[in-house]
């Protein structure tokens, strides 16, 4: 059975950090491109980052500079850092594990940011 789960988020205020981390098990997480999205009430949910089994890494423009996304694959595990944390980062933020056609995804973990 595949898993994902999510931790690390938590209410934080504005220019503060977290760490998120998505664990991954029932799977070969090296050969799965790892994205995190975001998406917040009333909102699309959107592609935040993403980082290949090699480490080549993507981001939106909204969150260059701020975001830092990292995979440790011996540890079956993808990390975001988010930094410099603004009120419209608040957002259930989820990981998703995808190698045609497999396409996986966890539950999300709450990331709110006070003003």
């Known amino acids: 059975q595949v898993q994902l789960v999510e931790s690390g988020g938590g209410l934080v205020q504005a220019g503060g950090s977290l760490r998120l981390s998505c664990a991954a098990s029932?799977?070969?997480?090296?050969?799965?491109?790892v994205g995190w999205y975001r998406q917040a009430p009333g909102k699309q949910r959107e592609l935040v980052a993403s980082?290949?089994?090699?480490?080549?890494?993507n981001y939106a423009d909204s969150v260059k500079g701020r975001f830092t996304i990292s995979r440790d694959n011996a540890k079956n595990a993808v990390y975001l850092e988010i930094n410099s944390l603004k009120p419209e980062d608040t957002a259930v933020y989820s990981c998703?594990?995808?190698?045609?056609?497999?396409?996986?995804w966890g539950q999300g973990t709450q990331v709110t940011v006070s003003s």
């Open positions: 029932g799977i070969i997480f090296t050969w799965y491109r």
């Open positions: 980082i290949t089994g090699g480490g080549t890494t």
């Open positions: 998703n594990a995808y190698w045609a056609p497999r396409d996986y």
